[in-house]
């Protein structure tokens, strides 16, 4: 009320108000020579408010089953004021339909306009699609002007790659020792083999079909002519191994011719 040129201010406080234009309403009533007075004001003002989104997943590398790979997310406020305090932003990354690892980064006060990003890993256990969601902003540190999950959070999609076969190593060796071996015209060689991660081996001798063999073992073999032996193991995944031998056959004697008539 207005009295004898005084004035009074009346203070009120209002709370959680959205972003966006308000209007303020105030009513004065009186008396004045027994009449009532009315007087009625609209006063406009705009609220503004932060809004902190997820802007961009992005990851790094090849995604591979049991291999870690690296993530960035972007937190971005969109809104018209500065958030005032940190907070923190949920990370979740899981095969499709199973449970998901939990995890998160802080994000510092953001002035309208401002981002920030946050890194982290993930290593998925099977191969197959992945889904990976941030979300910012989850305790609620910050008043927002739009609280929405689909506003705040974001979700993309990874194919993770099946790891490569484990590697087959083998092992070819004659008479006991590795190539080159040499040996007599018609002379026998004893070929010895051992491997790591095969499932099923070949041994190919020149002139002759392969011979489908254990994974380890030995065989005999005689020679006429110089040879490159060759072994190769298959594994799990299509993994494969191979191992060479080369056996150098000496010139056959030359014919002996008796003298029957002596």
């Known amino acids: 009320y207005y009295c004898a040129g005084s004035s009074n201010t009346i203070t009120c406080t209002v709370y959680n108000l959205s972003a966006g234009p308000h209007q303020f309403q105030t009513n004065w009533v009186g008396t004045k020579a027994g009449q009532t007075m009315y007087t009625e004001n609209y006063d406009g003002f705009t609220v503004v408010l932060p809004n902190l989104t997820v802007s961009s997943i992005t990851y790094t590398g090849t995604p591979t089953?049991?291999?870690p790979f690296a993530i960035q997310a972007v937190v971005t406020n969109n809104g018209s004021a500065a958030a005032g305090s940190t907070s923190w932003a949920q990370t979740a990354a899981n095969p499709v339909g199973a449970s998901a690892t939990i995890g998160g980064f802080s994000v510092p006060a953001l002035g309208a306009g401002s981002s920030s990003t946050g890194s982290f890993s993930y290593t998925p256990t099977a191969a197959g699609a992945h889904s990976i969601n941030v979300c910012a902003d989850v305790n609620n540190n910050v008043i927002e002007s739009n609280e929405a999950a689909s506003d705040n959070c974001k979700t993309i999609s990874v194919t993770v790659s099946a790891p490569p076969p484990s590697p087959v190593t083998v092992d070819l060796i004659g008479d006991g020792a590795n190539g080159p071996l040499t040996v007599g015209f018609r002379q026998s060689a004893r070929l010895s083999w051992t491997s790591e991660r095969a499932t099923a081996c070949t041994i190919t001798i020149p002139g002759s079909s392969p011979f489908a063999q254990d994974t380890v073992g030995s065989m005999t073999w005689t020679f006429e002519s110089s040879?490159?032996?060759?072994?190769t193991c298959?594994?799990?995944?299509?993994a494969t191994g191979s191992d060479t031998l080369v056996v150098n056959v000496l010139p056959a004697p030359a014919p002996s011719i008796s003298n029957a008539f002596a």
């Open 234 to 238: 298959t594994g799990s995944g299509g």
């Open 65 to 67: 089953a049991n291999q």
């Open 227 to 231: 040879s490159t032996v060759s072994l």
